[in-house]
């Protein structure tokens, strides 16, 4: 058994295959650079499997069920999973290109399926999906969460900031005008709270930047949140108080990565955790321009 280890948020997560699909685990030495250690022991583990012998018809887009019974069409798949990996009527099912993922909340394991389809197989986009969902469970379970902004540490070490928006709001605008060294996630920076401090966390899910060489303990870095900041392109340059509550209700229906996917009891922990984070963390609407001027106000 070949075994990756990737240490996210000081937790650390292990990818498995057999030594006859090693091949699958290669791309990720490059892809998760900086976050792969072999400290501690992994917290969950991610086994891989692979169907040589068949075809399926891949996942044209995001799928969820929780029963076989409820998914008709992808029935054969499924019965392939449960021959490696308990199903049960609690267990979450998440199909994506040429992979269907199987995990058991209460457990510590997680099975990946990968397959081979009539369509284009594309193997390294939907593992790193695959992985970036399963991750966000363990995350989750743990009362930690991945959320859709750019997590930037100040220079001076002194804490970071959280940007959130949606797609084209300027989270990769600001990450640029940061800095690379500063960024401590584009897209997917870690939330969790320490005692009763809530830091960022780096992660290696970003859009842009996804292939460069990080340093070895890059997946150590960390900073203590001071703000959160929604992301409102403008004219001019403005920042205003944002209420706790509208934060909330933004964070939980736009930010929580892979909150549509998760089960009852993990949707429930995103939600106390997101109360309390904009309980204890003041928020704010960042109107602004595409230049570092903002930097000054935040200050």
Same mark, same amino acid.
């Given at each position: 058994m070949e075994t990756l280890i990737l240490s996210i948020a000081d937790l650390p997560i292990a990818v498995r295959a057999e030594k006859h699909i090693k091949v699958f685990l290669d791309p990720l030495t490059t892809l998760f650079s900086g976050f792969l250690s072999n400290a501690g022991e992994p917290a969950a583990f991610l086994n891989l499997s692979y169907d040589h012998l068949r075809t399926y018809p891949n996942f044209k887009g995001m799928n969820a069920a929780l029963l076989a019974?409820?998914?008709?069409?992808? @029935?054969? $798949?499924?019965?392939?999973?449960? @021959? =490696?990996?308990?199903?049960?009527?609690?267990?979450?099912i998440v199909g994506h290109l040429n992979g269907c993922l199987a995990y058991n909340p209460s457990s510590s394991e997680a099975c990946l399926l990968l397959f081979r389809s009539h369509d284009q197989n594309n193997f390294v986009a939907t593992l790193h999906k695959m992985l970036f969902i399963f991750i966000s469970f363990v995350l989750g379970k743990r009362h930690r969460f991945m959320l859709h902004g750019a997590g930037i540490g100040e220079k001076n070490g002194a804490g970071g900031f959280l940007f959130l928006g949606d797609s084209g709001a300027g989270k990769t605008t600001v990450a640029g005008l940061a800095g690379m060294d500063a960024v401590l996630s584009?897209? !997917?920076? =870690?939330?969790? &709270?320490?005692?009763?401090?809530?830091?960022?966390?780096?992660?290696?899910?970003?859009? =842009?930047?996804?292939?460069?060489?990080?340093? @070895?303990?890059?997946?150590?870095? @960390?900073?203590? $949140?001071?703000?959160? $900041?929604?992301?409102?392109?403008?004219?001019?340059? &403005?920042?205003?108080?944002?209420?706790?509550? !509208? !934060?909330?209700?933004?964070?939980l229906k736009s930010h929580v990565h892979s909150f549509e996917l998760m089960n009852r009891e993990l949707r429930t922990s995103a939600f106390n955790f997101c109360c309390d984070l904009c309980r204890s963390i003041p928020s704010y609407d960042l109107y602004f321009q595409a230049n570092d001027k903002f930097w000054d106000a935040l200050n």
């Open positions: 019974g409820d998914c008709p069409e992808n @029935k054969d $798949l499924i019965d392939q999973i449960g @021959k =490696v990996y308990p199903i049960s009527k609690d267990s979450i584009d897209d !997917a920076p =870690v939330i969790g &709270k320490e005692n009763d401090i809530f830091c960022i966390y780096s992660s290696p899910f970003s859009q =842009v930047n996804m292939f460069e060489e990080r340093s @070895k303990d890059y997946f150590r870095r @960390k900073a203590q $949140l001071r703000k959160l $900041l929604f992301l409102n392109k403008a004219d001019e340059l &403005k920042i205003l108080p944002r209420e706790g509550h !509208a !934060a909330t209700v933004e964070m």
